[in-house]
C-alpha cells in the first residue's frame, strides 16, 4: 500500500494567493482528516471527513479555509487569500471505518510559507 | 471532552540509558491511547497503541507503555535508547468515534 499521499510537499506563496492541498487517503479507508500543525498550537484537527461527508469543521480557523472530498480517494484543503499566520506544516490522515481499527495513518505532510 | 497533558517539552537522555515520556489523559467515557513519533521532516508514525486487555503494550523499535486507569496516564518507556531515537513523540487519546486529540509533543534528544 502506497499510504497516504500529499502534495505538494512544499508551498511558498505569497500572501493573498489561493493555495490548495491535496491528499489521497488510503484505499478503503472511510474517514480523512486534515490537521495542522505549528510551534506554537502544535497538533490542531482543522476537519475530517466519514464517507466522503463532513462530519466536523468546527477546527478550520476562518472562512478563509475550506475542504472538500468529491470522492473516497481524494480530498482538498484550499486557503484563499492566505495570510503569513497560515504558515505551517498540513497533514492529511486517514483511518478505516469497521470496528478495531482506531488508529489514525498519517501522510508526509506539506509544508506551507506564506511571505 | 478528551484532552491529553505531555508533562515534559523536552527530554534530553545519554544513548544506551532508559527513558521514560509522560503522558496523562482526560476522558469521560472508554478511551484509546495512542503513541506516535515524528521524525524530521516526516510524517507521525504510529508506535503502539492502547486498546483494551493488558495493560502493557510493546509497540516497534523496542518501546512499551502502561495504561494507568486510576492514574489516566499512559506513560512510554524504553530501557535502552539509540541515537536514532531522536525524534518528538505525540500521545494522543480517542474513544470509538472520534478523531485522535493529540498532547502538544515531547522532543527527545539522544546524546552521544
Known amino acids: 500500500d502506497a499510504g497516504v499521499i500529499q502534495s505538494p510537499r512544499h508551498e511558498v506563496t505569497e500572501m493573498g494567493q489561493e493555495v490548495t492541498l491535496r491528499c489521497k487517503p488510503i484505499?478503503?479507508?472511510?474517514?480523512l482528516f486534515w490537521y495542522r500543525q505549528t510551534m506554537m498550537r502544535g497538533l490542531e484537527l482543522l476537519i475530517y471527513f466519514n464517507n466522503n461527508v463532513p462530519i466536523d469543521d468546527s477546527g478550520m480557523p476562518e472562512d478563509r479555509f475550506s475542504a472538500k472530498m468529491p470522492n473516497a480517494s481524494f480530498s482538498t484543503l484550499k486557503i484563499q487569500p492566505s495570510e503569513p499566520r497560515d504558515s505551517a506544516v498540513y497533514f492529511c490522515a486517514s483511518r478505516p471505518g469497521h470496528s478495531g481499527r482506531y488508529e489514525q495513518y498519517f501522510g508526509p505532510g506539506t509544508r506551507l510559507t506564506v511571505t | 471532552a478528551q484532552s491529553v497533558t505531555q508533562l515534559d517539552s523536552q527530554v534530553p537522555v545519554f544513548e544506551e540509558a532508559p527513558v521514560e515520556l509522560r503522558c496523562n489523559y482526560s476522558s469521560s467515557v472508554s478511551v484509546y491511547l495512542f503513541w506516535y513519533v515524528q521524525y524530521p521532516n516526516q510524517g507521525l508514525q504510529l508506535l503502539l497503541k492502547?486498546?483494551?486487555?493488558?495493560?502493557l503494550v510493546k509497540g516497534i523499535n523496542g518501546f512499551e507503555a502502561e495504561f494507568n486507569k486510576s492514574q489516566t496516564s499512559f506513560h512510554l518507556r524504553k530501557p535502552s535508547v539509540h541515537i536514532s531515537d531522536t525524534a518528538e513523540y505525540f500521545c494522543?487519546?480517542?474513544?470509538?468515534?472520534?478523531?485522535?486529540?493529540f498532547g502538544k509533543g515531547t522532543r527527545l534528544s539522544v546524546i552521544a
Open positions: 492502547y486498546l483494551s486487555g493488558s495493560t
Open positions: 494522543a487519546v480517542s474513544d470509538r468515534n472520534t478523531p485522535l486529540v
Open positions: 484505499s478503503g479507508h472511510d474517514y
